[in-house]
């Protein structure tokens, strides 16, 4: 392949995989954003717990590594349920600012509490042999992790996109990003509507935690460093919007990897230079609501 | 001579929906005209267009013949565009007088200076204690407005759209929430206003729009139904059916 | 004289009393600075974290005129700490411009007009999309830095940098103490102009904007221009804490620009109290304090205390330790009045 393209199709895939890890770790902080209006900058210690799960399964219990995502990913769920039932539901009426600092603080305690069970140092887990070296698609060969990470990712979002769109909790998730109120006054339990799409987004924060330990590397500091990656994707998307969250994950991801593919050093510019343009023009991100 | 507000078909809509359509108002000075109409029927929105808290999609809002359809809601307020809202809008973690002197502040633009105390200048606050005097709420003056029973929260709502000293008034439903036994403080304020003031009230209670109207505009769907004094209306048909039909079915049950 | 209308004149008087003399000094406001000096004289080894103390002081006061009077919640004022901090530094490293008072105005002037145009963009927006924003110009600014590390020296930094003697006269002992008097008088000035702001008629605007923003639009303040007036400012002071940070540590860091930064000093604010000035003091005093004791027994021990102490701060004491006092004050006033 001439050079340039190749350089192209790595910017493409390993930004599509990037793009994937973003979508599902940030989509649970998009859709309970929207629905409750709920600032939770938690969300990123549920996506390290998750990884740090992931590593206790698979290095001292001889778990095979996907099927601790799918362990990891329902206990952080469950575990987040006694949060929001304990804890966050208290600030549903606060200021926002009331519920940053509240979350920012269970954040760093669970910072602070990686660090004492696992050490600063980043952790790696043993991965199976189908997930380790290259997969070879014809024209050139591709990291097998990161095929898999595209996969996975087009999988969940055809599950979250059909759940969304097609069922009826979806129709009232929908309707409750809407108009709240509305959709209080014909019946629905927002309440309850809540309390299951923070375990699922929660869930998927923890699945993408354990996914990043591969490609990015995890350390307890993950809870606060990309978090406001995740903020960034959320905003730019738009609350409430799978769509939009797709979308967001799919441009900042790329123009990151391209940026440090192409630029090295300064390619981190991008992804914030891309944030303040597509909030200035569209302050709501892309398919928020006004 | 120039009316003090016109409204030249104006039209807003929310998406698909039309809130308002073609809609022509006129105040002249000293007007007492009511906004009347079944709920949902864009009264408020209305008001919104013509106080620029929303810009209408075509049509024009004249303010004593000044087009000022392209000018912020600031703008507006400092040309004597005063209004109060559904819902108070008040600074409750301020006292009453405060409330009073900040509106007489950015009104005067003694809010520029950034160096003199704000206590310094005595005839703001002696102007302040004034309209809480002719509202009688100087005993409330040092309270918080959230201490204030709801009743009393609206009167500082309508001292501060008097506070602007406004050519043109417009009230959104002022007993709205009111106790029916405080109500009578309210009522007996817009009773009182300086004829000069051109006033547009959005009123629901029959007793209130009859007693204090001189003409009544009513609004249905977003578009005006029909106007004319209060004789007129109360003896349409058609309005009867449209809206005060309802009133007077209930009327009827209460004996 | 009817005895409702004398009722209703004596009322009057109080309430213009309230007004006309709130701006006035009262005795406790004296207790921050006379500890301040105590420090000086009771601890002659710390004035180098005494002095760190006092940037941070100073810094944290900025955010109040922003967030604890105007209202506005933004992630991002560690850039103009940054600005102030870098024109000093760069003005010593590579202009060889030493004198440190200047380099406070100069300090000030370049954070204010980033302030300033940043602010006239920004300010238009609100919530996520503001935090944002805010946050996204302070990590641009730092990439910015970064990009061209060889005139900002990157994240290592500046290091090494001298400073002349102060108004030419004052040099700088190995203890530091000229350093401690120094920042203390320039955030006794920065301090007095805060809070004439604050008790000016502006300043009961931003307290107006705070409270109900719809309601300054609907009685005719140009909300814009005076968000944008007390931004400016503000940056301009978080500029000059900025640009003392660098002359009392002789040497800065891109790290100055990090999100930690806006956090910590936002963090500062709110345990001591937002909107009364004073809430800076308590606030940066008490936090630097406690993370100099305990991250030195146990980084970990002091991050998960810091967390812990915010939850609890939200719950239970979301006024701050201000706040707390005031509970307190009042608390005793009902128990002497019954």
């Known amino acids: 392949m001439p050079q340039v393209a190749n350089i192209a199709v790595s910017i493409l895939f390993d930004g599509l995989a990037y793009a994937m890890f973003l979508f599902i770790t940030s989509v649970g902080l998009s859709v309970t954003m929207g629905l409750m209006g709920f600032v939770n900058l938690a969300h990123g210690a549920f996506a390290m717990a998750g990884g740090y799960v992931v590593v206790t399964l698979t290095r001292s219990y001889g778990v095979s590594f996907v099927p601790s995502l799918v362990i990891a990913a329902i206990v952080v769920g469950a575990v987040s349920v006694v949060f929001e039932r304990v804890l966050y539901r208290r600030l549903y009426k606060s200021t926002d600012l009331e519920q940053v600092l509240l979350t920012i603080g269970l954040a760093f305690m669970a910072i602070a509490t990686a660090t004492y069970l696992y050490g600063p140092i980043p952790k790696s887990v043993p991965l199976p042999d189908w997930l380790q070296g290259d997969i070879n698609l014809g024209f050139r060969q591709f990291p097998s992790y990161r095929a898999f990470l595209i996969v996975l990712g087009a999988a969940l979002i055809a599950v979250l996109w059909y759940a969304f769109e097609r069922t009826n909790i979806g129709a009232k998730i929908r309707a409750a990003v809407d108009n709240r109120r509305m959709a209080e006054s014909v019946g629905i339990n927002v309440d309850r509507l809540f309390t299951l799409t923070f375990a699922v987004g929660s869930g998927l924060a923890a699945l993408g935690g354990g996914l990043a330990i591969q490609l990015l590397g995890l350390s307890p500091s993950f809870a606060v460093l990309y978090l406001v990656l995740f903020l960034i994707v959320v905003a730019v998307g738009g609350l409430g919007s799978l769509k939009g969250t797709l979308l967001a994950a799919l441009v900042l991801g790329i123009f990151d990897t391209g940026g440090k593919y192409l630029l090295a050093d300064a390619g981190g510019f991008f992804v914030y230079a891309v944030t303040v343009v597509v909030l200035l023009i569209k302050p709501a991100g892309f398919y928020g609501r006004e | ?255 | 004289m009817a005895a409702s209308e004398i009722i209703s004149g004596a009322m009057r008087e109080r309430a213009a009393d309230y007004l006309t003399k709130r701006h006035r000094f009262r005795a406790a406001e004296a207790l921050p600075w006379l500890i301040a000096i105590a420090v000086f004289f009771i601890f002659p080894t710390r004035m180098t974290f005494g002095s760190q103390v006092l940037v941070m002081v100073m810094f944290a006061l900025s955010l109040d005129l922003i967030l604890g009077y105007a209202g506005i919640v933004t992630l991002g004022h560690a850039a103009f700490f940054g600005i102030g901090a870098y024109t000093v530094g760069l003005a010593a490293a590579r202009l060889d411009w030493t004198e440190p008072i200047s380099g406070l105005f100069a300090a000030a002037i370049a954070a204010g007009l980033v302030g300033f145009v940043t602010g006239w963009f920004l300010l238009r927006y609100r919530g996520l999309t503001l935090l944002m924003l805010t946050l996204a110009t302070a990590i641009l600014l730092q990439e910015t830095g970064n990009l061209r590390s060889d005139i900002s020296g990157g994240y290592d930094g500046l290091p090494g940098l001298t400073f002349k003697p102060l108004l030419g006269i004052f040099d700088y002992d190995l203890y530091a103490h000229t350093y401690y008097l120094y920042v203390l008088a320039v955030l006794a000035v920065m301090f007095y102009l805060v809070r004439r702001i604050v008790y000016s008629p502006f300043g009961q605007a931003l307290t107006g904007i705070r409270e109900n923003v719809r309601r300054m639009h609907a009685i005719g303040s140009p909300v814009h221009r005076r968000l944008v007036t007390v931004y400016t400012i503000a940056a301009a002071i978080a500029g000059v804490a900025g640009a003392l940070f660098t002359q009392t540590n002789a040497y800065v860091t891109l790290t100055v620009f990090d999100f930690d930064n806006s956090a910590k000093v936002m963090v500062m604010l709110i345990l001591g109290g937002t909107g009364r000035l004073y809430g800076a003091f308590i606030g940066a005093a008490v936090y630097m304090v406690l993370e100099d004791y305990f991250s030195k027994l146990s980084p970990t021990f002091w991050q998960f205390g810091i967390g812990l102490v915010l939850v609890l701060a939200v719950l239970f004491a979301p006024r701050g330790i201000l706040g707390l006092f005031e509970r307190m004050g009042s608390y005793f006033a009902e128990r002497k009045r019954s």
């Open chain 2, 1 to 255: 001579m120039t009316a003090a507000l016109q409204v030249e078909r104006l039209n807003r809509a929310f998406g698909a929906l039309p809130v308002t359509r073609d809609v022509d108002l006129m105040l002249e000075r000293g007007a007492r005209r009511a906004l009347i109409g079944p709920n949902g029927a864009g009264k408020t929105t209305l008001v919104n267009l013509i106080t620029g808290a929303l810009k209408p999609h075509s049509g024009r809002v004249l303010l004593d013949g000044e087009d000022i359809t392209a000018l912020s809601q600031a703008d507006r307020a400092r040309r004597g565009l005063a209004r109060t809202f559904q819902i108070n809008q008040l600074f409750r973690g301020l006292t009453v007088l405060e409330n009073l002197c900040m509106t007489i502040g950015e009104r005067d633009g003694h809010c520029d200076n950034l160096w003199r105390s704000a206590g310094s200048k005595r005839e703001v606050i002696d102007e302040a204690l004034g309209y809480l005097d002719s509202l009688r709420l100087t005993d409330d003056a040092l309270k918080l407005v959230r201490e204030l029973p709801y009743g009393r929260q609206r009167l500082v709502e309508i001292a501060i759209a008097l506070a602007q000293k406004p050519r043109v008034l417009l009230l959104d439903e002022p007993a709205a929430g009111v106790p029916s036994s405080e109500s009578h403080l309210i009522l007996d304020v817009v009773a009182a206003l300086d004829p000069d003031i051109a006033v547009l009230i959005i009123e629901h209670d029959m007793d209130v729009v009859f007693r204090f109207a001189k003409e009544i505009t009513v609004l249905v769907q977003g578009a005006v139904f029909t106007q004319g004094t209060p004789n007129e209306i109360m003896n349409n048909e058609q309005v009867r059916a449209v809206y005060l039909g309802q009133e007077g079915h209930r009327g009827g049950h209460h004996g």
